[in-house]
């Protein structure tokens, strides 16, 4: 497989190679190298409120194709733990539900809320038996102010290397009371590799050629991105007149007109916070070629619904989904490699490509 590589410095850098988009081998090696390394958003807490409560979840779909199973135990501790019986492999839990034990269908195994094993039938005279192995491995997962859950299959570096600087820039949001909004929910199919999603999202350069509903409540000669290890925030500041938080004192932009906090975290998470709550955005691969965005929208303030950054997340999309596939024919050509990035505007996408690399390495 080709190595990949991006220099440090922006100004004489080349961006991704095509063959990073077109070639099944980097699409199949990122499933180990990337996604199986890095956290995955796995829904909220909702189905988690109450003791006994289970609530299943698969990491990426079609792709990494994980099955995870939440618990809330009798005494009130959360656990993430694999959803698949440690006899013969059956799922056990399929839908959110409350029970004070999880029982495989298949043959009756049954494992207290921990995943501690504790009973099958039909096992006399079997040999080291039960083992360490009978229990239900346990997935790594955290939690955002008790609202928004994570987990990883074997990620490498800690959930708050990823999210810690977005929790800490926007602690001040009551996250518990966000709701979450299954009408304004929805999932897109992207005729377009996961990766030319992201890096569409990661730099305000094209609003003004691309958004123009948005361009017009956007100040774009403030907008304005930051750089974290595993994350990046895009600023978006409104025009006068136009919807902005009400920030309160402990927030570094308190006084300033903020209509939108675009926060990307590596690889495929995106949380868009507007003064009405937040759409939280997930790039799901499918092939080299076609990609799922789940947007998931959880409301703080009704009344502000259907104003400024926020107001039509359906057509902002439609828009960036036309430009992202007409990217994907073009990265096809067989006069295209690379390009070169706007150190002024792409700094984003640059950090992205950097991070694919790093994390593609043999």
């Not at 350069?205 to 361009?215: A, D, E, T, W, Y």
């Not at 927030?251 to 507007?274: D, I, K, L, R, T």
């Not at 009704?302 to 104003?307: A, C, V």
Request: glycine share 6%; charged share 25%.
């Amino acid at each position: 497989m080709k190595n990949l590589s991006i220099a440090e410095n922006i100004a004489a850098a080349q961006t991704l190679p095509t063959h990073f988009y077109t070639e099944e081998s980097f699409f199949e090696q990122s499933k180990e190298k990337i996604f199986e390394r890095t956290w995955h958003f796995a829904g909220d807490t909702e189905g988690l409120r109450l003791a006994e409560n289970l609530m299943p979840h698969t990491i990426l779909p079609n792709f990494i194709d994980e099955p995870v199973l939440f618990s809330r135990t009798q005494t009130g501790s959360l656990h993430c733990l694999s959803n698949v019986c440690t006899h013969r492999g059956n799922i056990l839990v399929d839908h959110t539900c409350t029970s004070n034990q999880i029982r495989c269908r298949y043959h009756g195994r049954r494992f207290r809320l921990d995943g501690q094993f504790f009973h099958q039938p039909e096992f006399d005279g079997v040999e080291n038996f039960p083992s360490e192995k009978d229990n239900l491995p346990h997935v790594p997962f955290g939690v955002w102010d008790d609202k928004l859950l994570f987990a990883g299959i074997k990620p490498t570096f800690s959930l708050d290397d990823f999210i810690g600087d977005m929790k800490k820039r926007l602690g001040w949001l009551p996250l518990s009371n966000f709701k979450f909004d299954a009408t304004r929910s929805r999932d897109y199919l992207v005729k377009s590799h996961w990766a030319l999603y992201v890096e569409n999202y990661l730099e305000g350069f094209h609003i003004p050629f691309v958004h123009g509903s948005l361009n017009a409540v956007l100040d774009y000669g403030s907008y304005k991105s930051e750089i974290y290890r595993f994350a990046n925030l895009q600023l978006g500041f409104a025009k006068s007149g136009e919807d902005a938080f009400d920030l309160p004192k402990e927030s570094p932009e308190y006084g300033q007109h903020v209509a939108a906090y675009y926060y990307w975290v590596f690889p495929n998470m995106m949380f868009n916070f507007y003064p009405w709550g937040l759409s939280v955005n997930v790039v799901k691969p499918l092939s080299t070629s076609m990609t799922k965005v789940s947007f998931l929208c959880y409301v703080w303030d009704e009344s502000k619904l259907g104003t400024g950054a926020g107001a039509d997340l359906d057509k902002v999309e439609r828009e960036d989904e036309a430009v992202v596939e007409a990217v994907q024919k073009g990265i096809r050509s067989r006069f295209y490699e690379s390009g070169r990035y706007s150190a002024k505007r792409e700094q984003g996408v640059h950090h992205f490509h950097r991070l694919i690399a790093e994390f593609m390495l043999p």
